[in-house]
Each structure stands twice: as C-alpha cells, then as structure tokens.
C-alpha cells in the first residue's frame, strides 16, 4: 500500500530532552515536507525536501533540523524541544510541485 | 512571500445545501493550488488540485473548484453536500516549488 509512515504517533518528553520523529514513504517521491498543525493557524512548513541532500526551510524551522540520506526517509529531529514545540506534526511527500502532498497520519507531541 | 487567506472559519450547512468555501492568495507568479480535507482524527488528504489548462477543476466526493486568476481565487464548491463531508477543508499554494503555504483553514459542520 502506498503511504506515508509516522513513528511515533503520540510522544510526551520533557523540556530540552532531543528526539527525533521518523518520516518514510515508499512511492519514491522527490518532495518530502514537515508541517505543524496548531489549532486556528492551520498548516505550517517547517522543512522540505526536493531530493536527497537537497533541504530548504518553509516558514517555521527555528528550533528543528532535518535530513534526507536516502529517498524514502525524512527524520525531523528536536535538539531542545521546547513547549512551544507542543503541536500536531504531519509528514508528506510528493513527486513534485504540480502534484499534491501525500500525508502521513500525525505525531501529537506533547513538550512538559 | 506566498500567502493564503481562507474567508470562513466555521461553515454549517444542512444536508443537501450547496456549498461555497473561499480562497484568495497572493503571489504575483504562476501557482499550483490544491483543496486539502481532513476528517475528524485523520490526516489530510487532496481533494483537487490545478496547475493549468481548465480553471474549472473536479475533484474526488463531488468537490470541484475554479481558479479565477484575475481575482487571485480558488473557491470550492459541491452542489449538494452530505454530513458525512463534515471535515476541514484547507486550501494550499506552491509557488515555489517545493515550499507550500495552507490556509488556517474552514471547519465545515453539515447537520442531517
């Protein structure tokens, strides 16, 4: 089946202790993409991705980095999550522009 | 910058109405734009999409949507909605390549 794959669904850490958040999509898409769903502002890009080792920032990268070794993955990595951090985290990825994102089911992540 | 305006937080229709969500965005170049919905718990996924050609585009469910260039617009609209479209519906922009821009975002509630 063809999707976009999260992991982990729900994390609840601790102020300052880094984590990473796994993103891998087996359509061998070009484009990956993180965004952060708060309520009311809708969907935020925070990175993305038009090929490997190809990475660029979207509107909200402070205090986020990624990386894209291979194709299929695109880990976005917290090196001091804050609770500002504490937000609802979607993956996507896309064969390129013209096409529309495919999107991964969320991370809820809770920062204390 | 690319930036995407979506004029109605909460629409409630009853069943059977005829709908009508507004986007308006701003970028004085050549855009991709898609609708976006994401159902109860769900992640998104794309309705349509429009990138040349015919500005009347059709999409999954019924969904169709008109890009008026000249108005910087991309309204969705269906004839008659159901209540299982009780969903958010989010309009996007890619202007640049990879780089998309969401709308915050219409919560739309269809009573039975």
């Known amino acids: 089946e063809a999707q976009v794959t999260q992991n982990p669904r729900y994390l609840i850490t601790v102020t300052g202790k880094k984590l990473t958040v796994t993103c891998s999509q087996n359509?061998?898409?070009?484009?990956m993409s993180w965004y952060r769903q708060d309520p009311g502002l809708g969907l935020r890009q925070i990175y993305y991705s038009m090929n490997v080792e190809v990475t660029d920032k979207g509107d909200v990268p402070e205090g986020y980095k990624v990386s894209r070794k291979e194709k299929r993955n695109f880990p976005l990595i917290l090196e001091s999550p804050s609770p500002n951090q504490t937000s609802l985290y979607f993956c996507?990825?896309?064969?390129?522009?013209?096409?529309?994102?495919?999107f991964g089911s969320g991370t809820r992540l809770t920062v204390v | 910058a690319q930036s995407v305006s979506q004029h109605n937080h909460h629409v409630i229709l009853s069943e059977a109405a005829s709908l009508e969500l507004g986007c308006n965005y701003s970028?004085?170049?050549?855009?991709?734009l898609f609708w976006y919905v994401q159902y109860p718990g769900q992640h998104l996924q794309l309705l349509l999409k429009y990138f040349s050609g015919d500005p009347l585009v059709k999409g999954i469910k019924g969904f169709e949507a008109e890009f008026i260039k000249s108005k910087f617009s991309f309204n969705l609209r269906k004839p008659s909605v159901q209540w299982s479209d009780t969903a958010e519906y989010f309009c996007?922009?890619?202007?640049?390549?990879?780089?998309?821009?969401f709308g915050d975002g219409t919560t739309l509630t269809v009573k039975p």
């Open positions: 996507a990825s896309s064969f390129g522009g013209d096409y529309g994102y495919t």
């Open positions: 970028y004085g170049g050549t855009v991709n």
């Open positions: 996007a922009v890619n202007a640049n390549a990879g780089k998309s821009t």
């Open positions: 359509m061998n898409h070009e484009y």
